[in-house]
């Protein structure tokens, strides 16, 4: 970032002593540095977490003299008398019950968070909900839903005060007929993580290491006149320079696509799109150095709105495509597809509806920023640490931008603090690190400040859905037709992906017989969107089923019943070719029904509250490998050391959501051996079999069965060995927990490591097997056909009950009741914490989050005070049941449980208000003037 | 991360230490809890070349002292949060920020409150990209648009009750100590909307103990349950007699807050004491307070829903003194 036309003075570093865990630590510091920096990175104690550096976020708590406070908003000098205790020094009760209570999904809000329910059982002994979630209000968790937070904080609450209470690696039974399935459990590292034990990309420091920093642009739109590096060259302390002549090769996620680069060489697309790079001695003289880049501008008229990016006369954000062939118009990616009979449809229902919903754009908030950090060793090989839920596709780009071979690279991925899509593709910070540290001869690193995190986005799009839809009488939808133009940004990012998915994606769990959609994204001078949890679905999920709900009203149709008469039943075919071989609808709305005690209540409780209810389907992966080739989409490795350990070695990445126990889970499941036997070393593109990544809700379906094939081989492998040990057929060998036996005789056991050793000995060179998994061509015979496809589908159903002030408009989410089919959960705590998170990111969408623009093409906050994501307050309580529609491809049945389950929320929650007060909201969020001002139009607040 | 300019740090152990320190060193400035200097030098709005740190030189804690509270500049939030002489004051400390920034920020940090403003407390380079504005390095007001009046808002949580319980401020200057009633430190400048002089020093904060009749409330409206800021908040302080459409008030204070950089004692309520505070009473009380406020766009939400706030939320805090 640029810092400002001041002078710059820089003080010398002084001693500073601060007390902490006990114990007397010095320093040396300059003054300005605070007790997060000299804490992390200068006395190691890397624990303690950044996630806004602004007092915004919670991240960097720590104790001062017992009490939780913000370390990145206190002086170093300040913290000189006060003893300081870190996560560190926190003793073992609390953070164990949150392991053992699943509420550590990525882990980096947990330092903090763990710091203040410490301090809060210091002084209570024995809290109530509420004074929990006060006492946890200023430590944001964006991965939890901080149901589980909650519920470790009691769980803490009931265990003696100094003692260890570890928790077994799986701590309930596993599912009918099965060794390690189905079974609760912790996460393989989980706790580490939460320690501050296994590191994060900007936890991990190197030897000579020296920091970049990228200048971005202060216009939306402009041409790059010229730029002078040379007073930053000039400046001691600088290392190096670089700007967009120096990567001239353009990249894209989308291979064929590409129309983006390390940093713009010609023309700026949005504020904050870099344009050149520093790396310095330290943060401080690289942003010098950045503020004496001279880049001389020509300012070009800004492309804010769909209006003005379909306008005829608009500037072009690009003038030539990919190709290099002219524009002659901002549209980016169209799609039009339609199926049966559309307007027959239409006009025969019984009712119909023809409305608009605005889908405002928003944006993931991974409390960790980005940051990358690289080394080249001394034969030019690259060595990459970076934040990102895609190393495989990361490690490919790298190569073409870079321009050498992919062979001399390798990509690692460090324990991640939260992605939920906003780190699936590559950005200008590993491109900028890796060329700096070429040409500064020393590692660099590169750590995006949260106002960077905003710009490189890659969050919701911004949609605009015209739906019509119609049903017969009984009911019954007729035909559905959806018009979409979706807000793009500046650049391509997986664009096609969006274009195709907002319409692909919305054909069950409720079928209908005719569907045409038109779905166009638009270049804008705003920094990019992409694929935020549950891609290019959950806007048009809003409208359709919005429109359901009001078609139902239309019809005098319960709406739960209205869903029920048009699901969609396991093992058929959607209008637009989708084989969805299973789906729990009818289950799930039995189940929320149920607990919502809907017949009851719905339609029926007092003016101002109401409930209301939504259902969706999502894919489990996708057939589409983003770069077409027939190799595996997901490999696993095992083997098998003498010590009765088995070691997983696998591409997948673990952003949080337990790739990695569900990893350990599978392989347990087939070989017998506990959880805690099992090593899981994954994303490391040196070391790990290729995964693609984690997107499109891939893992648990694709990874799983990759697992599930490598753990059947070694247990073949392990039966042949020891039939062969006892001289009895292979088919009298069983697996049973840490033991496998003689069927016919099941007293005769052998313990698993004996067997390992046996198998080992009689393979006669190192236990190892591999397993892959690859799709089979899926998908509709058409263009286009194959996108969206998906080998699975997951189903959710909510309902939301809330509140609504028709005097002040104010919406309170009292409760969300939450049902969601995953097939097969291998790990039901994990699912659970999934499904909890969705559901908080989708209330947060409904309610109060959104990345606007002004007329200046300026982020109107790029911080987490203005981006306002929910505390533990006021979100709302989750109850959050899993429904296990046995999937006939999935391992063991399962399927996704990662980004279904939020798309409901938003449309739950409108038909909710509606239920309260009689009004349709079609533009999120919902915020308090919006109701209010429709609560006026349609004059109801005399009726209180 | 963000950087800060450099600058030195000097501890007072004493407030005439901290004066002193202040006036002996060029571009100085005090720091307490730090909790909204420290963001505001991280985002380069004002870069002191000294810190004089006052966490060893206030007094904190309070005592009762010829029938007014006491209270020490120096006193963290979160023990003021539990000050049970003062309750309504010990509710708006309660829902200042969140717990951790509670335990770091004091009283003395909280009148002292810089005005805040959604083009304002940003980065550098996002102010660079906007073109600045009137308060730091530009020449004009994006909210007002012009070039004159910056209306950047007050948002402390504990002025606009300390100001309805009448509170004074005690504040030492180079030259020594004076008094003065809180509502006289405010002016309606968003520049500097404070009237002491720079390098003075409030050491203590004094509240007249309330009588035995008095009621007080404190409302603060805002998205999120925690960290946030005000959007617009009310402090109510009445001596009052008798309950519901019956109740009597002898004298009523409405302080509002969060709307632009003035705490507003709501001019004109005075006439409606002496009367019942019937529920039409209490309405055209809502309606001379929707008259009265008028909320900028410098602080998150939409102005138009602030004002009516204001009214539903002095009506709503009224019925509820009632009883
Ligand atoms: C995320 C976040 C949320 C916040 N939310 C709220 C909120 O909801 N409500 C709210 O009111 N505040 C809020 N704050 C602001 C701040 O935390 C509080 O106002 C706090 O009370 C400030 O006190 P301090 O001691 O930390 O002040 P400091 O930052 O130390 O000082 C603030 C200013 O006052 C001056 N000063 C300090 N003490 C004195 C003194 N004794 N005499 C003269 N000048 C002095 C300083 O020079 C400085 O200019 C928030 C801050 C953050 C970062
Ligand atoms: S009110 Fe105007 S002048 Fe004041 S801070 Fe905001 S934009 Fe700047
Ligand atoms: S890093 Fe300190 S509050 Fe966010
Ligand atoms: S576990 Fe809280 S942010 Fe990830």
Redesign the interface.
């Known amino acids: 970032m640029t810092a400002t036309a001041k002078p710059a003075h820089s003080v010398p570093a002084q001693v500073l002593q601060v007390h902490v865990n006990g114990e007397p630590e010095v320093a040396l510091a300059p003054p300005t540095w605070t007790l997060l920096e000299v804490l992390r990175y200068k006395l190691g104690l890397v624990g303690t977490k950044q996630g806004c550096d602004k007092g915004d976020c919670g991240a960097c708590t720590v104790l001062m003299d017992g009490r939780p406070i913000l370390s990145c908003c206190t002086l170093a000098v300040m913290a000189q008398d006060a003893k300081i205790t870190t996560i560190e020094g926190i003793p073992p009760r609390v953070p164990q019950a949150f392991d053992a209570a699943g509420a550590l999904q990525c882990g980096f809000c947990q330092p903090g968070m763990i710091c203040s329910a410490h301090a809060l059982l210091e002084v209570n002994d024995c809290p109530s909900d509420r004074e929990i979630r006060q006492a946890i209000s200023g430590n944001l968790c964006r991965c939890t839903g901080y149901t589980k937070i909650v519920e470790a904080v009691h769980l803490a609450s009931a265990r003696p005060k100094n003692e260890r209470s570890p928790t077994p690696m799986v701590s309930s039974a596993p599912a009918d007929g099965l060794r390690t399935v189905g079974a609760r459990g912790r996460k393989p590292g989980a706790l580490d993580k939460a320690l501050g034990r296994i590191p994060y990309t900007d936890d991990i420091v190197l030897p000579r290491m020296a920091h970049g920093r990228i200048l971005r642009s202060p216009h939306p739109h402009a041409k790059i006149v010229s730029i002078d590096t040379s007073e930053a060259e000039a400046l001691p302390g600088v290392y190096a320079v670089m700007t967009g002549a120096d990567l001239p090769t353009p990249f894209c996620i989308i291979p064929w696509t590409p129309d983006e680069h390390a940093l713009a060489p010609d023309k700026v697309r949005y504020v904050g799109d870099g344009v050149a790079a520093v790396a310095a001695v330290d943060e401080e003289t690289a942003l010098r150095a950045c503020d004496r880049i001279a880049v001389e501008y020509e300012i070009l008229p800004p492309v804010l709105s769909l209006d003005a990016a379909e306008a005829a006369d608009a500037p072009l954000v690009h003038a030539r495509d990919w190709k290099g062939r002219a524009r002659t118009s901002n549209l980016c990616k169209e799609v039009a597809l339609a199926f049966g009979s559309v307007d027959e449809g239409l006009a025969e229902g019984a009712a119909s509806i023809d409305q608009t919903w605005f889908y405002e754009g928003n944006t993931h908030v991974p409390i960790e920023p980005h940051c990358a950090l690289a080394d080249w060793s001394s034969e030019q090989r690259l060595t990459l640490w970076s934040a990102t839920q895609v190393p495989h596709y990361l490690h490919r780009e790298l190569a073409r931008v870079l321009d050498i071979p992919q062979a001399q690279i390798r990509v690692i991925q460090p324990a991640l603090g939260g992605a939920f899509g906003g780190k699936s593709e590559p950005f200008d910070l590993e491109f900028c690190a890796a060329y700096l540290a070429r040409k500064a001869g020393r590692p660099v690193k590169i750590l995006y400040t949260r106002e960077e995190v905003f710009y490189s986005h890659r969050g919701r799009h911004p949609m605009e859905m015209r739906l019509q839809m119609a049903a017969d009488a009984a009911g019954h939808l007729t035909a559905v037709d959806h018009d979409i133009r979706i807000d793009g940004g500046g650049y391509h990012s997986f664009g096609m992906v969006t274009t195709y998915y907002a319409g692909q994606l919305l054909t069950g769990p409720v079928d209908f017989p005719a569907y045409r959609f038109r779905a166009r994204r638009f270049y804008t001078n705003k920094p990019c969107c992409g694929p935020k949890r549950g891609h290019g679905s959950v806007q048009p999920r809003f409208s359709f089923e919005c429109g359901l709900d009001e078609l139902a009203h239309k019809l005098g149709i319960d709406p739960i019943e209205m869903r029920r008469r048009n699901a969609l039943e396991s093992g058929s075919t959607t209008v637009n070719g989708l084989f969805v071989p299973s789906t729990g609808l009818q289950e799930c709305l039995d189940v929320v029904a149920r607990d919502s005690q809907w017949d009851r209540r719905y339609g029926k409780l007092p003016f101002g509250r109401g409930l209301g209810v939504a259902c969706s389907m999502y894919i489990s992966g996708t057939a589409y490998p983003i770069y077409p080739n027939k190799m595996p989409q997901s490999g696993v490795s095992l083997l098998a050391d003498r010590s009765g350990r088995i070691t997983i070695t696998c591409g997948a990445s673990d952003i949080g959501q337990g790739s990695d126990a569900m990893l350990a889970w599978v392989v347990s499941e087939e070989t017998g051996l506990s959880p805690e036997r099992i090593v899981v070393k994954s994303a490391d593109t040196d070391l790990t079999p290729v995964d693609l990544g984690a997107y499109s809700s891939r893992m648990t379906y694709m990874v799983g069965l990759a697992a599930q094939e490598a753990g059947r081989a070694m247990q073949a492998k392990m039966r042949d060995a020891l039939a062969a040990h006892w001289g009895v057929p292979a088919d009298r060998i069983g697996v049973g927990h840490g033991v496998w036996f003689d069927k016919t005789d099941t007293a005769r056991q052998v313990d698993v490591h004996q067997v390992l050793i046996l198998a080992e000995t009689a393979e006669g060179r190192p236990l190892q097997t591999v397993g892959g998994y690859r799709t089979r061509d899926l998908g509709g015979q058409y263009r286009g056909g194959s996108i969206g496809a998906s080998p699975a589908y997951s189903t959710t159903a909510h309902v939301a009950e809330v509140v609504v002030d028709p005097q002040t408009g104010i919406v309170t989410v009292e409760r969300v009741w939450v049902a969601h089919d995953c097939g097969r959960a291998i790990n039901p705590l994990m699912v659970e914490g999934q499904i909890e998170g969705s559901v908080y990111m989708g209330y947060a969408e409904a309610l109060m989050e959104a990345q606007v623009f002004d007329e200046r093409g300026l982020h109107t906050g790029p911080n987490l005070l203005d981006y306002r994501i929910p505390t533990s307050i006021e979100t709302p309580d989750i109850i959050a049941k899993i429904v296990e529609t046995i999937d006939p491809g999935g391992p063991y049945g399962a399927k996704e449980a990662g980004e279904g389950p939020l798309h409901p929320a938003i449309p739950a929650i409108a038909n909710a208000i509606f239920d309260a007060v009689d009004i349709r909201l079609r533009q999120i969020p919902f915020t308090p003037d919006r109701v209010l001002a429709a609560l006026r139009a349609a004059d109801v607040e005399r009726r209180v | 991360?963000?950087?800060?300019?450099?600058?030195?740090?000097k501890?007072a152990a004493s407030p005439e230490e901290a004066v002193r320190l202040w006036h002996h060193h060029e571009g100085a400035a005090y720091?307490a809890g730090?909790?909204d200097i420290?963001?505001n030098i991280?985002?380069?709005i004002e870069?002191p070349?000294v810190?004089v740190?006052l966490?060893?030189a206030l007094p904190t804690g309070w005592c009762i002292e010829h029938g007014e509270v006491v209270l020490g500049a120096g006193t963290r939030l979160?023990e003021l949060a539990s000050c049970s002489v003062l309750p309504a004051l010990a509710t708006a400390a309660g829902l200042v920020?969140?717990?951790?920034?509670r335990?770091?920020g004091t009283l003395g940090g909280n009148v002292m409150l810089d005005t805040r403003c959604?083009f304002l407390?940003?980065?550098?380079?996002?102010?660079?990209?906007?073109g600045y504005c009137l308060k730091a390095?530009g020449t004009w007001c994006h909210v007002i648009r012009g070039p004159k009046t910056c209306v950047a808002t007050q948002s402390s949580d504990t002025v606009p009750i300390l100001m309805a319980l009448h509170a004074r401020i005690r504040v030492l200057g180079p030259n020594g100590e004076r008094e003065l009633a809180l509502a006289e430190l405010f002016r309606f400048d968003g520049i500097h909307n404070h009237t002491i002089e720079k390098g003075h020093l409030i050491t203590h904060v004094i509240v007249p103990l309330p009588p035995s009749n008095h009621r007080a409330r404190y409302d603060k409206i805002r998205?999120?349950?925690?960290?946030?800021?005000p959007q617009l908040s009310v402090a109510i302080a009445a001596r009052m007699t008798g309950t519901g459409e019956a109740c009597v008030a002898d004298s009523l204070t409405i302080v509002v807050g969060a709307i632009n950089p003035l705490p507003q004692a709501v001019q004109g309520v005075e006439a409606f004491t002496g009367r019942a505070l019937d529920d039409a009473t209490v309405a055209a009380l809502g309606a001379l307070i929707k008259k009265r406020c008028r909320p900028q766009a410098s602080t998150?939400?939409?102005p138009?829903?602030r004002r009516?706030?204001a009214r539903?939320t002095v009506e709503r805090g009224l019925k509820a003194l009632r009883g």
């Open positions: 991360m963000l950087r800060m300019d450099g600058f030195t740090f501890a720091i730090g909790t420290l963001p991280k985002h380069r870069s070349r810190l740190g966490s060893k979160s920020a969140g717990p951790q920034l335990n770091m959604l407390n940003q980065t550098a380079h996002w102010r660079q990209s906007l390095e998205t999120r349950g925690a960290i946030d800021f998150h939400g939409d138009a829903w009516t706030m539903i």
